[in-house]
């Protein structure tokens, strides 16, 4: 098995753990960490299928729901604290 082959098994392992893990997760910021992490290995899963334009994509477009989830999320765990 090359090195390559064996990077996207890693990474497809973690995409399975992770996506599983948001099921379970309660805690709003946790999730969003992880979804951003998630978001993060897809791209390097586009990067090593050699679909760059994919992958820059997949990046944007994760790191832009990240920051909105972020802004929605502590705008409700503020308002919950009340």
Known sequence: MLM?????????SFLIVASISLIFIKNLISCIILFGAYSL???????????PDIAITEAAVGIAMTVLMVAVATKVE?????
Do not use: K
Not at 78 to 82: A, P, Q, R, S, V
């Open 78 to 82: 503020g308002e919950t604290d009340d």
């Open 41 to 51: 290995g897809m791209a390097l899963v586009w990067q090593q299928f050699n679909s």
């Open 4 to 12: 390559p082959d064996i990077l996207v098994v890693v990474l497809l």
